[in-house]
């Protein structure tokens, strides 16, 4: 019975600990594994590995990044005075795939919430203000969700950056209220970027 | 931005060839696994690789075992006169928590289905018919999915079982238990009024 293989029930509760990943989930991936073929195995470990290994922060907007700058930072193209802030990677993601955003970004790594413990010192927000001291940064997009963390956030951005002088904004409300900029259409995106206003 | 990371991309990828992980849930995934520690990472790669080396097919049953063989045909208390047939290795985890089963298992790993090109000796029926042939197994009940690809692979098991003079019996069709009639489909109650028993 497989609930007496150890080397699956381990696999089974690594699993587990992704995010999102149930236990039924969880064991039915790990049975998945079992299915591949062996050098699929092996190459599906040295790629968790290989990620965990090479992906680190970028230094100056703290998104994901295997360089040494990300590939947005490191674009002539992109205007360094527009900073579109987010919580998280994915939010990046999302935004470029509306490809009307030409600014730049920087990467929170959470949203404030006293409830789970989330202070602002654990947030990349000290780099956040560095950048906009030093940078030339005219606007400011607080684009994180619209969830009661997320306005919370803007609101404390807002305030931060208000004596840099920069013109901080925040996305329209044409994103769904509640929802994740990770599932939010395009169009919805594109329009909530369009719609932008002062905070 | 995250898509031009190679390594991240490539696991993701990687996540999305396991069943039933479609491409956003892989790459939660992948981002899920940069959240953890290094040393939670390196024991996540070696579980996958752990699994897969050390867990086989019993040579009985062919269920999923990392023992020479697996602790159900093991166990000296299970009645191994009676088999219960099941489609993979998940449907003997279902079974055991039913605690009433006291026979063996023997595992197909998959169903006839020539719509998607799985004939009869891509399965583990030679294996069940040798058992059934040395083993003196008094009855076969076979647990198989109640549709069209388990019906199919119940017919053809139980044609061949047939000259051995094993009993074959199958699962009872019904109404789950807890469900209302009103959403029960035609069928199902068709099936449910057919094996009708006295109260």
Redesign the interface.
């Known amino acids: ?8 029930q ?2 089974a ?2 699993f587990g ?5 149930g236990k039924k ?1 969880a ?10 073929e ?1 050098e ?13 290994e ?2 680190h922060l970028c230094p100056i907007c703290q ?4 360089r040494e700058v ?3 930072c490191a674009d002539e193209e992109r205007d360094r005075a527009t900073v579109c802030v987010v919580s ?3 939010a ?2 999302a935004m ?1 795939k509306v490809r009307e955003f030409s600014g730049v970004y920087h990467v929170l790594h959470g949203l404030i919430s006293p409830m789970n413990g989330i202070t602002p010192e654990q947030l990349k927000i000290k780099e956040l203000l560095q950048r906009v001291s030093e940078d030339g940064v005219e606007e400011v997009i607080v684009a994180t969700n619209p969830t009661v963390e997320g306005e919370a956030t803007a609101m404390y951005l807002s305030k931060l950056l208000r004596p840099f002088g920069v013109r901080v904004t925040r996305l329209a409300y044409g994103v769904p209220v509640g929802a994740d900029l ?1 599932y939010a259409d395009e169009i919805t995106l594109f329009r909530a970027l369009e719609g932008r206003r002062d905070v």
Do not use: Q
């Open positions: 019975m497989a609930e007496y293989i150890e080397s699956l381990l696999l509760e690594k600990r992704l995010e999102g990943v989930t064991m039915r991936m790990a049975f998945s594994i079992l299915e591949l062996e699929e195995v092996r190459s599906f470990a040295s790629a968790i590995l290989d990620a965990k090479k992906i998104n994901l990044t295997d990300c590939s947005i998280d990677p994915r990046v993601l470029e990770e």
